[in-house]
């Protein structure tokens, strides 16, 4: 094997050693995928997500060319983690005065923070190998990079981008929090997985709010991960009813999936559920308090929703519950200061009317 082969091979066994379910080399191209991206953007494709659309100085979009970001970067190594767990769990919950937070969000530690730290020791690994001798470059990044990771994952062989825009593995599924170490060194690149999907539409068909609006296309405006936890103030009316009871992200694309049918589940103590996450109660949400909020939800990835927006969500879950015993709590609500919850509350009081 030569030097670069070598070294591949290393990154890899550090990957594996340091918690990585997968790892995979991708070199930095121009990737058709990344093409489409400034398109998706211009069609406002992305809401409200303007940390997408940041640019460099000459305008390029940052996310779209790292090449023009980082001129020495040469290659990607992805990793990916499972954090499916073992934790029994229905999207469709029989309990009407309860709702559902992704299962990304169950986690007792942030997942950034659990999967830079892991990414972390591998980039070390890599540093130290190429020592002194050879002087390389690198950044270690999870979500916060000019790098569409999931394009790079493809790519990289870690797994093919679905009809539903996930990023899925042929063994484990799609329940994957994906890092990246952009480097410049050449290194040996993996071979880009072949998409597995076929004739399947489960993801599409099961959509409830028609946010896959073809195949491997997501309008974010529509999809309820995106307008529960990074849309603010009032959602969209025609959007409600499909949102349903999920009050943080929506797992019902990947549910259906049938690559996730025998998805293994994790052991790692940090991907393990918190305790109420779990089809949590929409009365206990819609009232928490700001204190509560700020000590159940310290160190979780359920932060970025907002009091305002985790509230906001549970009251647009109580007025799809059809549950009447839940009345009093969007009576209370719809006395708050904060327009955007008194105006959820207005609905679900609406709603629920006989
Ligand atoms: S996450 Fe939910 S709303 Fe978004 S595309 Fe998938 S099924 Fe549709
Ligand atoms: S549900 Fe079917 S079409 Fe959708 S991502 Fe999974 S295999 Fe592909």
Known sequence: MNKRGDISALIKRAASDAGFDLAGIAPVQE???????PEWIAAGRAGEMKYLESRTDTGELRRASLSSVFPWARSVVVCAINYNTAHPYSTEVSDSTRG??????WSREDYHDS???????????????????????????????????????KYAGVGWLGKNTCLINQKIGSWLFLGV?????????????????????????????????APYELDSNRCISYLTIEKRGSLPEELRKGMGRQ???????Q??????????????????????????SLAWLAEISEEEFREKFHGSPIKRAKRSGLRR???IAIGNSGDRSLVP??????????????????WAKKQLQP
């Open 31 to 37: 990737f058709q995928e990344l093409t489409y991206f």
């Open 100 to 105: 559902w937070i992704s299962r990304y969000g």
């Open 115 to 153: 999967v830079l730290r892991r990414l972390r020791a591998v980039e070390s690994k890599l540093r130290e190998t190429c020592g002194n001798d050879m002087p390389i470059e690198t950044r270690s990044y999870v979500d916060t990079g000019p790098v569409v990771e999931r394009v790079y994952a």
């Open 181 to 213: 170490i952009v480097t410049s060194l050449e290194l040996t690149p993996d071979l880009p997985a072949p998409d597995r999907c076929g004739t399947c539409t489960r993801c599409i068909d099961a959509c409830p709010t028609e946010a896959l609006i």
């Open 247 to 253: 009050v943080f992200g929506c797992d019902i694309c």
């Open 255 to 280: 549910d259906v999936c049938p690559w996730n049918r025998k998805a293994p589940s994790t052991d790692k103590p940090e991907f393990q559920p918190r305790e109420a996450l779990v089809n949590p």
């Open 313 to 315: 969500n549970a009251l």
């Open 329 to 346: 709590v969007a009576e209370r609500a719809s006395r708050d200061p904060d327009p955007v919850i008194s105006e959820a509350a207005l």
